[in-house]
Nanobody, 115 residues
Framework: QVQLVESGGGLVQPGGSLRLSCAAS????????MGWYRQAPGKEREFVAR???????NYADSGKGRFTISRDNAKNTAYLQMESLKPEDTAVYYC?????????WGQGTQVTVSL
């Protein structure tokens, strides 16, 4: 059994920064890819960023230039550094870990961008 636990969410003012973390526990595996998704109230879950085991990254247009995804394979942890946050970034952020035969999700962490 593999579990993903997100942390680092919170309330931040527009223009501020947050760093989200996603730690894997249980049957330790190295995910082929790890990613971040988000879901705002009344909206569908959407892709934010993704990083492969080799370090290749891709981002949704909404986060390009502001968000940076990284991972530490030794710690089985992924990170999402978010800069210049906007109110429209407000959402629950979910971590995703992908293996050839399965995909795992964390429970989510709330990010609120507001004055």
């Amino acid at each position: 059994q593999v579990q993903l636990v997100e942390s680092g969410g919170g309330l931040v003012q527009p223009g501020g920064s947050l760093r989200l973390s996603c730690a894997a526990s249980g049957n330790i595996v190295i995910f082929n890819a790890m990613g971040w998704y988000r879901q705002a109230p009344g909206k569908e879950r959407e892709f934010v960023a993704r990083i492969t085991r080799a370090g290749t990254t891709n981002y949704a247009d909404s986060g390009k230039g502001r968000f940076t995804i990284s991972r530490d394979n030794a710690k089985n942890t992924a990170y999402l550094q978010m800069e210049s946050l906007k109110p429209e970034d407000t959402a629950v952020y979910y971590c995703n870990g992908v293996l050839p035969t399965n995909s795992y999700w964390g429970q989510g962490t709330q990010v609120t961008v507001s004055l």
